[in-house]
C-alpha cells in the first residue's frame, strides 16, 4: 500500500514536471528581433503584433522582444531562425546561400509608394516567390514590414551628384549584396561590401567616403559621421517579417490565422504613415546638420534608366526566371496608372 502510494505520487511529479501525453504545456516562450533601436518605430509595430497574438491564442505565446540587432548581424539572424534558434525576425535577407534572395533589392524596381504598396506586400507575387524561396532554408515568411526608399549618404559632396556617368573617386559602403555592389557602381562610385554593424567604423577610419543601402530614417544615428545625404531612390526597402518554418508547422490552423492577420494588420498600419515618416526622417537629417542634396526628376531618371539597362541584365542571370516575371507585373502596374 505504502510502495504503491509513493509511485503514485512520483508519477504525478514527473507528470508535473515533463508532461503527461495528451496534457502537454502549450505556453510558448519565443525570441523575436530587428535592427532599429527600443522604441523605434519598427519596435512599436512589433509591440502590438505580438500583443495581438498573445490576446488572440490566449496567453498560449509570450515574445521576448530584442532591438537593435542585440540578435546579431540580419544574415547570422536568418540562419538562426532557420536553425530554430530564434522563433522570428523582421528585416532584410542576406544573399550568400541564396543569390536569389536579391529580388526585393532590385534597384530602381518601383517608384512610388503606390507602385510599392502593390508589389510589396503580403501574398503579391513577389512575397510568394521570395516564400518559395525561403522554404528551402527551413524559414516562413508571414508578412512584411515597408520602411523607405534608399539614399546614399557621404562625408564630402561628390562631384555632379545628380550625374550618373561622371566617377565620383569615392569608395562608399554597401552591404555584401550584389544588388547593391553593381548599383553603386553603376552610380559613379566604388563599392566596398561590409556588413552593417562594421559601416559606422568604416566611416569613422576614413576608410570609407559614404555609405548606401540604408536611407534617411536609418541615417539619422550616423550624426557627426557623414554630411550629405542624396535621395537617390535606388531601391525600395522592405523588410520580411519570417520565423522558423518547422515553429510554423507546430501551429494549429487558427494560430496560423492568427499569425497572419496579426502581421497583415501590421503590414497595412505601417504603408498609412511610412511615407510622412519618410518625410520627416529627412527633415530630422537637416536638423542635424546633414545637408541633402535633392535630384531632379529628370536626374533620377537618368539614373534609373542607366541603372534598369546594366544591371538588371546581371541580376536576371543571378536570380533566373522569376526575375523576368517580377519585372513583367511591375510593368503592368506602370501602364495601368
Known amino acids: 500500500m505504502r510502495k504503491g502510494l509513493v509511485i503514485l505520487m512520483l508519477s504525478i511529479l514527473i507528470s508535473t514536471i515533463t508532461g503527461s501525453p495528451g496534457c502537454a504545456e502549450t505556453f510558448q516562450k519565443w525570441k523575436i528581433g530587428h535592427l532599429r533601436s527600443k522604441d523605434s518605430a519598427i519596435d512599436k509595430d512589433l509591440l502590438v503584433f505580438v500583443e495581438q497574438i498573445r490576446a488572440k491564442t490566449n496567453d498560449t505565446f509570450s515574445f521576448d522582444i530584442y532591438a537593435g540587432g ?55 507575387v513577389l512575397f510568394q516567390t521570395m516564400a518559395g524561396f525561403l522554404e528551402e532554408q527551413n524559414i516562413k515568411l508571414i508578412g512584411g514590414w515597408p520602411v523607405y526608399f534608399g539614399g546614399i549618404g557621404l562625408t564630402k559632396k561628390p562631384d555632379q551628384p545628380g550625374n550618373p556617368d561622371i566617377v565620383k573617386k569615392m569608395i562608399i559602403r ?40 540604408g536611407g534617411a530614417e536609418g541615417y ?72 541633402l542634396l535633392e535630384l531632379s526628376e529628370k536626374e533620377l531618371s537618368v539614373m534609373r534608366e542607366k541603372v534598369q539597362k546594366t544591371v538588371w ?21 506602370e501602364q495601368s496608372k
Open 313 to 333: 541584365p546581371m541580376l536576371q542571370k543571378d536570380i533566373g526566371p522569376d526575375f523576368d516575371k517580377i519585372v513583367s507585373i511591375v510593368t503592368e502596374t
Open 70 to 124: 542585440r540578435l546579431g548581424d540580419y544574415s547570422l539572424v536568418q540562419e538562426r531562425v532557420s536553425f530554430g534558434e530564434v522563433e522570428l525576425f523582421v528585416g532584410p535577407f542576406g544573399t550568400s546561400i541564396d543569390k536569389r534572395l536579391m529580388l526585393p533589392t532590385t534597384p530602381y524596381l518601383v517608384n512610388s509608394w503606390e507602385q510599392a504598396k502593390q508589389i510589396y506586400r503580403q501574398g503579391s
Open 174 to 213: 554597401t552591404p555584401p549584396i550584389r544588388s547593391f555592389e553593381l548599383t553603386a557602381r553603376q552610380l559613379g562610385y566604388t563599392p566596398y561590401p561590409i556588413t552593417w554593424t562594421y559601416a559606422k567604423m568604416g566611416l569613422k577610419t576614413g576608410m570609407v567616403s559614404g555609405i548606401i543601402g
Open 220 to 291: 539619422l544615428g550616423l550624426k557627426d559621421l557623414i554630411n550629405y545625404y542624396i535621395p537617390v531612390k535606388d531601391h525600395f526597402e522592405y523588410w520580411f517579417l519570417y520565423m522558423n518554418l518547422d515553429a510554423w508547422k507546430g501551429l494549429s490552423g487558427d494560430e496560423r490565422d492568427h499569425f497572419l492577420a496579426a502581421a497583415k494588420e501590421m503590414e497595412d498600419r505601417r504603408y498609412m504613415v511610412a511615407e510622412a515618416q519618410e518625410e520627416e526622417s529627412l527633415l530630422q537629417l537637416k536638423k542635424q546638420g546633414i545637408t
